[in-house]
């Protein structure tokens, strides 16, 4: 698993809110060049979908999954 | 899920198991509290996590339920004296030390740990599949492997662990490497073939790291009850926290920092991983039904 390239990924997500908002919009071309394997793409993408539906950032219940 | 008759069987194994101990009665007593805590079959959990683990795999595998039955109670004894020796190291509340003290406690661990192997290698042979002491062995083996990550763990307090793949290597250790011996163990009494244990002993590491994953999470948000923010330890939502905080100079928090959604993401990859891993097993003729309930 590429841990630092999820990590580059989400700390970006997290500082900058035009990258934010482009992977909320377009998470395929957002994550190109990072070289994520396709699970860490699929999951990153996930995660784009869910702060795009607002999941809360401090809710850790909007963050686990059932 | 494994249903209650499934349950009835396993209970009623860990007390045969525990009179066949011969132990004084105050030791018996002890000895009960690990086992009856509320998320063990004695406590009268609907779904004991290692039990249930255990029960699905032999239900894949089709195997015999009575033998998974025992199966599943070693396994129980075994991850309740697991709990103890954990509580302790981790300086968590321990209701088995807070009853007896520390040194009967350990004592207690020491007893069931040694109890679970030995109801393995009561377990009558059977023609074609895995020989009672394999049985042990992979109980063992599986210890063994988890109080590496345990020593992983306690020796990454202070974030002394840098990296995220260090913490990871730690989750894999800890809860990784006991569901992975849950699971294989629950197999081997439907199937000696290694290729499909192989395959059951993956998705149990996948799963616990799930697990164990989700767990950090939880506690790095709720320092009010748990250890790991006063101690710093090295799990991987604190430690990217911690790495935001350092590299730039401010404190966002927790929550703020983006570990909690950093490390949703790698606990998705593994929740993938246990998916695809019960793909490959149903098409080798498994019937994983009971796992894909735990990881829909």
Known sequence: ?66 | MPDSIGLEAVRSRLLEALGAFNAPASFSALLNIPLSQSDKVLGGAERPSWVTLALAACVATGGDAAYGARVAAAVEVFMAALDVLDEIEDGDVSPTAAATGIPQALNGATALLLLAPRMLLDLPTRDGLPHPGDFARVLVDGGLTATGGQHLDLTGEGFAAGSPEEALAVARRKAGALASTACRLGAMVGTADETLLELYGRWGMHYGTVAQLANDLHDAVDDAAKSDVARKKSTLPLLFSHRVASETGSNPGVAASGALHFTWVVVEIERQACRDLADELDARGQDTAHFRQFVP
């Open chain 1, 1 to 66: 698993m590429n841990l630092n390239a999820i990590e580059t990924v989400v700390r970006r997500l997290f500082s900058d809110a035009a990258f934010r908002a482009q992977a909320i919009a377009d998470p395929s071309a957002a994550l190109e060049g990072y070289g994520l394997a396709a699970a860490e793409q699929a999951a990153l993408t996930k995660l784009c979908v869910q702060m795009a539906n607002g999941a809360a950032t401090d809710n850790i219940s909007t963050v686990f999954w059932k």
